[in-house]
Structure formats: structure tokens, C-alpha cells
């Protein structure tokens, strides 16, 4: 079976990553997520989309007990390397997040920054993907459980291109998606897809899911702090709880 096209991207991304300016604010974001989810010591967190592990490997060092799932060996290689520098452990584990399911629950849940979510391939259904990853998110969820998520924002998608990206491909009006070419680790140029969500969109996706939406607010990575959405902002977040047995 051929590797996703963003296997390949986060292969030569993985050891740059941490130099994004969107990964320094992992202490202050996960003091957003232990106060948001109400994390009680020694409770499970799921961490799906973990990549190099810098919100799991934070909340193990405060003594929660995260597993951390990513469809790329080579983001959690970094993650394993990051673990033991800083002494604290954490289970990693490898599996794409639309079709992995650990047969165990967990107290709360978070997928961000995408992670995952807003991670297509070309041609993908993009509906389907996600209500897969929202549907094995909530079998390994415990009842109750809260659930952490951002997710691209369609509003700032669509505010950003224009008809002439529709023709050329780049952006998808009907999805709310943006495709471009990056860089591999060969040098040859990767085809990504990211899909952006409306609000009214990820609430039902959610809903469907067995899922009560808690709030929707903006949420891109260094502002989290419960704001109302802006029409420019990359992305959208929403805390969510379990329904059901």
C-alpha cells in the first residue's frame, strides 16, 4: 500500500518542525487544555494528530497519562527522542487517524493544529474522512469525556482566493478546499490537499458524530483565549463532549 501524500510531506517536515513559530506556545496551550477539558491528575488523554508529541509530552510532564497517535514514523520518531530528553513517558502510536481505533477509552480526547483534521488526499471524500476520524475519536472516548479540536477555517480560505485559483485548481469552492504542491524529501513536489471548515459545517459533523458541541471560538495556534471567530483567522476550535454509553 502506497504512503499518503502527507507521510511524505511531514518525512523531510519532521525535523523542521518545531522551528514553526506556531509550535512555541505548547505551555500556555496546554494550561488552555487542562483548564478547558478539566484534566484531573492521573486521567488518559488522547492525542490524535500528535505529531512531534509537544502537547503529549507536556501534559505527561504535569502527570496525565497521553497516548499519542500520527500516521508518520518520522514526526514520532522526533516524539520518542523528545520524550526520553525530557524524562517523562508517553505512548506513541503509529496509524492514520480516519481508520485507526484503539480498542481501550480514554478520559479526553484532543486533535490539533492539524494534526490530522483538515488533512486530505487528492480525490479523498472529504465528509467521509472526517466523520471517520470523529467516530473512532468517540469509540475510544469515555463517556462524558471531553473533546479538544481545531480545525482550518473556510472563511479565511475563501476570503484568500480567488476565481482564478478555482480554475487553476488550487481552491475547490464546493469542499472549501486549497491544493498545493510542496516540497518531498527527494526534492519532488508533493500534491496536499487541506479543507477548511464553516462553523454550522464542523457543529454537524460533530453532532452526527455523538458529540454536544460546548462552544466554538477562533482558535489558531497562539491565541487561544475563548475569542469569537475572526473572518481572517486560520483557524476554528471547538470543545465538545461524549454523548451516550
Known amino acids: 500500500m502506497s504512503r499518503r501524500q502527507w507521510e511524505v510531506f511531514f518525512e523531510a517536515e519532521a525535523p523542521r518542525y518545531l522551528d514553526n513559530a506556531f509550535t512555541r506556545n505548547t505551555v500556555a496551550e496546554v494550561d488552555f487544555i487542562v483548564r478547558e477539558l478539566g484534566v484531573r491528575p492521573g486521567q488518559t488523554i488522547l492525542d490524535v494528530g500528535c505529531g512531534t508529541g509537544r502537547h503529549s509530552i507536556e501534559l505527561a510532564r504535569r502527570g496525565f497519562r497521553p497516548t499519542g497517535v500520527d500516521q508518520s514514523e518520522d514526526m514520532l ?124 459545517e464542523l457543529r454537524r459533523l460533530l453532532g452526527e458524530a455523538g458529540f454536544e458541541v460546548v462552544s466554538i471560538w477562533g482558535g489558531t495556534a497562539g491565541s487561544w483565549n475563548k475569542q469569537p471567530l475572526r473572518l481572517d483567522e486560520f483557524e476554528i476550535m471547538a470543545l465538545a463532549r461524549r454523548l451516550g454509553t
Open 77 to 200: 520518531r522526533v516524539a520518542r527522542g523528545l520524550a526520553r530528553e525530557a524524562g517523562v513517558a508517553v505512548e506513541l502510536v503509529r496509524g492514520e487517524a480516519s481508520t485507526t481505533r484503539l480498542d481501550r477509552r480514554f478520559d479526553h480526547a484532543i486533535c490539533l493544529c492539524e494534526g490530522a483534521f483538515s488533512l486530505l488526499e487528492v480525490g479523498e471524500e472529504p465528509i467521509r474522512f472526517h466523520a471517520g476520524i470523529l467516530a473512532n475519536i468517540r469509540a475510544m472516548l469515555a463517556p462524558g469525556g471531553g473533546f479538544l479540536l481545531t480545525a482550518l477555517s473556510a472563511l479565511r480560505m475563501i476570503r484568500g482566493h480567488t476565481d482564478e485559483d478555482v480554475s487553476s485548481g488550487h481552491f475547490d469552492p464546493m469542499s472549501a478546499s486549497h491544493r498545493e504542491d510542496m516540497p518531498g524529501p527527494d526534492g519532488s513536489m508533493v500534491p496536499l490537499v487541506e479543507k477548511g471548515f464553516m462553523p454550522s
